[in-house]
C-alpha cells in the first residue's frame, strides 16, 4: 500500500480507495439474511462495522492522495458547535451574568443554576469533541444522499480541505 501512496503522481483517489474497499472482509451471513425486520445483534454489529470500514476506507483514500500539512484543530473548528454546543453556552453566560451581578454568591439557587448550566456547557463541549468524527460523517453521508447529484470525490475533496490547511511550498 505504502509503494501505491509513494506514486502520488500516477494514483488516484478512487484506485487508493479500490484497493482499500477490495480488502475489506464483507459480512456476508448478515447481508444473505432474508428477514428485512432482522433484529440478530450479530447481523447489526457486522452491517455496522461494515459501513465503518467502509467509511475509514473513503476518508483515509483521501487523505493519502489530496496534499495537507495540518489538522483542523489548529483553525479552531468545531463540527456540532453551533447545534448542540452553543446554546449551552449561551445559557451559561446568561447564568454566570446574573450570578455576577448578584455578588457572585457560594450558595444558594443563583449559584446552583450557575455550576449547573457551567457544567452542562463543559460536558457538551467534551462530548462533542469526542463525538467530531461521528459527526463529519454523518454530515458527509447526510448530504451525499440529500442529493445524489452531488459528486462522491468532490465531497471528499472539500471534507479533505475544509478540515486541513493546504500550502504550496
Known sequence: M????QK???VTSPAVLSY????IHLPSAAILCNDLLCTNRDHIDAISAYADAISDACLSA???CIPHTCHQHSK???PGWSERVDPFRQKSLLWHKIWDECGRPRSGVVADCMRRSRAKYHYTLRQVRRDEND???QRLADALVGDPSRNFWAEIKKY???TQLVYIV
Not at 482499500?20 to 480488502?23: D, G, N, Q, R, S
Open 135 to 137: 459527526i463529519v460523517r
Open 76 to 78: 479552531g473548528r468545531i
Open 8 to 10: 502520488s503522481n500516477s
Open 2 to 5: 505504502q509503494n501505491l501512496l
Open 160 to 162: 479533505v480541505i475544509a
Open 62 to 64: 483521501a487523505n493519502g
Open 20 to 23: 482499500k474497499l477490495h480488502h
